[in-house]
């Protein structure tokens, strides 16, 4: 029996494929750069070439495998299993299982790589255990994926729960979509390390604590700046940090109020901020959900599984 799945996760960046065991864990994995832009071809070679890595690295051989399955940044198909659009990668209606199947003679599964993450923690993760869970993920845009009796949730044309879509500001920040006042503009890390920036320019460059702290280069600013600079006593640091979690907490609520899921585990880069981020978060949530009184309460947690998550998920599809 094929005890062995494998699970890929496509970013925009890097391709990481993981030889995941029954128990759900990664037991080796390989990587590469995505080296966009090129052909789909050769993307597909890669992934290809690092499964098969993978596999060596484990000690298995491609008997031991019984099937592959793709998170892709992008909408997909699940049931046609084409990647109907795929902004990052600039790829539309890729036939992805189709030419990774020619390659390795495996069957190939798709999902969206939020969805897949969210799949993962509900299975090995954070939400393991929970009937209904929202996964969020804060990186250079907002990811989502939700879980209802235990069952993903992706809609009736499978691009469903883009929750960094829902608007919190009208006519607010343009978002990526094209639309204005999206959570992703307001939530995600990018949109953290503009309002940091914003900031700075607002300051007197001589007495700003946060430009001296990146050397006086505004384009060396990131997520973990402005958390620094809070800790640090920094004013301006406070100010934007607050910002931010307000943000994030009003996208917090909405989904709450809309889902009233077991819990919430937040992952990205921004979650490495620990308690520093979501205490204040919990306490805003907290005082606004429409749900205070109840006795039975959404949880809200970090992601466990941390960049594991999309691997396991893809592979348990």
């Known amino acids: 029996m094929n005890e062995y799945k494998i699970g890929i996760d496509l970013g925009g960046t890097n391709i990481v494929a993981g030889v995941v065991d029954k128990e ?14 090129r052909p789909e071809s050769e993307v597909c070679d890669s992934m290809a070439e690092i499964v098969r890595e993978a596999i060596a690295r484990a000690n298995l051989t491609m008997d031991d495998i019984a099937h592959i399955g793709i998170g892709v940044p992008g909408a997909v198909n699940p049931e046609t299993r084409i990647v109907e659009t795929c ?30 993450a969210a799949w993962g923690e509900f299975l090995a993760g954070s939400a393991k255990g929970c009937k209904n869970a929202v996964a969020i993920t804060l990186g250079t845009g907002v990811g989502g994926g939700i879980i209802i009796d235990g069952k993903l949730y992706s809609g009736s044309n499978y691009a469903g729960a883009e929750l960094g879509h829902m608007v919190i500001v009208k006519d607010g920040q343009e978002c990526g979509c094209g639309r204005k006042g999206c959570w992703e503009a307001y939530a995600s890390a990018n949109a953290l390390i503009r309002m940091t920036k914003e900031a700075i320019m607002n300051e007197n460059a001589e007495f700003s604590y946060m430009l001296k702290s990146v050397g006086g280069d505004i384009n060396k600013v990131n ?3 402005p958390f620094d600079a809070m800790l640090a006593g920094d004013s301006t640091g406070k100010e934007v940090i607050n910002k931010y979690v307000g943000y994030l907490a009003t996208g917090l609520v909405n989904i709450v109020n809309i889902f009233q899921p077991d819990i919430i ?10 308690e520093n981020l979501l205490a204040p978060v919990r306490a805003i949530v907290e005082k606004e959900r429409i749900t205070k009184y109840n006795e039975k309460q959404t949880v809200i947690c970090t992601a466990s599984l941390g ?11």
């Open 24 to 37: 759900f864990n990664i037991i080796a994995r390989a990587e590469c750069k995505t080296a966009i832009p």
């Open 87 to 116: 902004p990052n990668l600039r790829f539309q209606n890729w036939e992805i299982s189709k030419m990774l199947e020619e390659r390795l003679h495996k069957y190939v599964k798709i999902e969206n790589d939020a969805n897949a």
């Open 223 to 225: 997520g973990k700046t």
């Open 265 to 274: 585990c937040i992952g990205g880069g921004v979650c490495r901020q620990g």
């Open 307 to 317: 960049n594991d998550a999309g691997i396991i998920g893809a592979a348990m599809l």
